[in-house]
């Protein structure tokens, strides 16, 4: 994915975040209308709408179908929007590009499923089509399926091709409705640093009060834009009612978020990031330093005879590391992680000195 184009359309300013806002699902043109009238009014320029609805159980609200399609196009004459659906099969390509639909998205259900994934960039190489499209992380937090549904519509010529971000499932309840687990599109924008990745925060959060810690999140680690759901009546909405705001809401919400100026980052940091290369090399030293007197400590177990697990130790070692770390700032959470990481390491070099040859 070399020679990928930024998502940019004619009339928005291609430097400030992209903003793409409207229903979760279109349900009534009123209701379309409305919502789409109100968010033009309070400045955004891209309109999002879910015409055919991947439901998780069936006998839920699966989308008003082609019909809304015909809203869709009466959106873009009445306000200048451009709009966005999802789309998951050949059938709604084919409806929703025919219907001069601007911006076309991948629901996580789909880009989780490599068929439907070949036949969504079979049907746009076979169409010719120009259309940017946004794929949305699969279900699963595996980054390997992410990028090959990306790449699947590449090599179909899509190159204004971009990600959203919109959390990950996990069983159970958390705080959020899809785990953040941000080191994933980090780790995507590492590999890709042309991709365009936007945030979805109202499927991370799942809740109208998380809409904006999350957005600020996500435009302080440099995503490019976000998508948000907003609704001309919340609470009666037929999917995802809980995290829904109004477009007055939604206008709120984005005013108070601070956007960073990313053109000056890179000169002025020169010097701090010298000092981390510097530091990490240390860290890494005082690592190998460590690792090398586990490596004494596997040779003594071995000729005592002794199992390279000792579990209370372990458990003191833990406890004691993680409490001065958290006096230090670092989150219990990170220490754990950081513990867990080393103990690891150590137990596997010890177990090479125990399988050392005499
Ligand atoms: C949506 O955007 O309304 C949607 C169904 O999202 P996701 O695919 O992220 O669940
Ligand atoms: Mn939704």
């Known amino acids: 994915m070399e020679n990928l184009q930024p998502i940019t359309f004619d009339g928005i300013d291609a430097d400030s975040p992209l903003i793409i806002a409207g229903p979760c699902s279109a349900e009534t043109r009123s209701q379309v209308l409305d919502t789409a009238t109100r968010l033009a009014e309070k400045g955004i320029k891209v309109f999002r709408a879910g015409i055919w609805k991947p439901r998780t159980k069936p006998g839920g609200f699966e989308g008003v179908g082609s019909e809304g399609l015909e809203w869709l196009k009466e959106v873009k004459e009445l ?22 639909v601007d911006l076309l998205w991948i629901g996580a259900r789909t880009s989780a499923n490599p068929f439907a994934m070949q036949e969504i960039a079979d049907t746009l190489q076979a169409m010719g089509a120009d259309v940017p499209v946004l794929v949305k992380n699969p279900v699963n937090p595996d980054i390997e399926l992410w990028i090959g549904a990306m790449q ?32 994933i599109p980090i780790e995507l924008s590492v590999r890709y640093p042309q991709l365009q990745i936007i945030c979805d925060p109202s499927h991370i959060g799942g809740k109208r009060e998380l ?3 999350l957005s600020q999140q996500a435009l302080d680690m440099g995503f490019h834009g976000l998508i948000i759901e907003s609704h001309c009546n919340p609470d009666c909405a037929l999917s995802d009612a809980a995290q829904q705001v109004t477009p007055e809401v939604l206008s709120f919400i984005l005013n108070t978020l601070v956007v960073r100026d990313k053109s000056h980052s890179a000169e002025n940091l020169t010097l701090l990031r010298q000092q981390i290369d510097g530091i990490d090399n240390e ?46 700032g670092m989150s219990a959470e990170f220490m754990k992680t950081v513990l867990l990481a080393i103990h690891e390491e150590s137990v596997r070099q010890q177990i090479e000195v125990l399988n050392e040859r005499p």
Do not use: C
Not at 292 to 316: A, T
């Open 283 to 328: 860290l890494l030293e005082v690592l190998n330093k460590r690792m090398k007197v586990s490596r004494e400590i596997g040779r003594y177990k071995k000729e005592h005879r002794m199992p390279v697990l000792q579990s209370s130790r372990f458990n003191d070692v833990i406890a004691s590391r993680r409490k001065l770390g958290e006096d230090m």
């Open 79 to 100: 306000t200048g929007m451009k709009t966005s659906t999802e789309v998951a099969t050949r059938a709604h390509v084919e409806e929703a590009l025919a219907a001069g």
């Open 211 to 213: 809409i904006a810690p």
């Open 152 to 183: 699947r519509l590449y090599n179909a010529g899509i190159r204004r091709l971009g990600a959203i971000h919109r959390g990950f499932s996990t069983y159970g309840k958390d705080l959020y409705r899809n785990m953040p687990l941000w080191h």
